[in-house]
């Protein structure tokens, strides 16, 4: 485990000491590597306290390809191909931590979300929520704001931000120009807003 995973771990787990539910904030442009840092604290901080720990992914409120429909589809991964309004609604039900709350999850080979994907169980007191524009400081993802305990940014250089959503197009099947492109005029503009607009976190983890 890096130092700066460690000492984020141990930060979490002080401030959820006496909490009945903990909310954290994961956020990052895309391509940050907000996925992976999540399962690395969630396991990181389920070694400590089994059973206690749980990520929500904020790419399981994706809008669907239907509700889009044809012109938005290009768009999608934008602030307003989500469902803010949803995510907002599950976080209140998880906070009130009085029963099981089911969780959409985002499949990205098949490009939909599943419903009821995960389950925040009454015993995770801790709650990983993980997603690009969670600290947006724009209506409505500023609504956001006092349904977290605790921020952290991941900080990502443009020119490795552009490499990794490459390779991740490339991943999924595009050819290296239409990788490229999607990389340069989609994501990237979507990560200067990340950027730009979001709101000071608490912890920034480069």
Not at 112 to 132: S, T, Y
Request: charged letters at 25%; glycine letters at 6%; aromatic letters at 6%.
């Amino acid at each position: 485990m890096s130092q700066e995973l460690h000492a984020i771990v141990q930060r979490i787990i002080a401030a959820a000491a006496d909490a009945e539910r903990f909310v954290v904030a994961l956020a990052g442009p895309p391509g940050a590597g907000k996925s992976t840092l999540s399962e690395q604290l969630w396991q990181a901080i389920d070694a400590e306290l089994p059973g206690q720990v749980v990520v929500v992914p904020m790419d399981g409120y994706h809008f669907d390809n239907a509700v889009l429909g044809a012109e938005q589809v290009p768009f999608k991964g934008a602030p307003h191909t989500f469902d803010v309004a949803g995510l907002h609604a599950d976080l209140l039900r998880i906070r009130r931590a009085d029963a099981a709350v089911a969780v959409p999850v985002f499949d990205r080979p098949l490009d939909l979300a599943r419903a009821g994907g995960r389950i925040v169980a009454l015993g995770h007191r801790i709650i990983l929520v993980e997603g690009n524009y969670l600290l947006l400081d724009q209506a409505p993802w500023c609504d956001l704001a006092p349904l977290f305990d605790l921020s952290v940014m991941l900080e990502v250089d443009d020119d490795e931000l552009e490499r990794r959503l490459v390779e991740r197009w490339r991943g999924m099947g595009q050819d290296p120009e239409a990788a490229l492109d999607k990389a340069r005029n989609k994501d990237m503009l979507n990560a200067r807003l990340v950027k730009r607009h979001s709101r000071t976190p608490d912890l920034v983890w480069r």
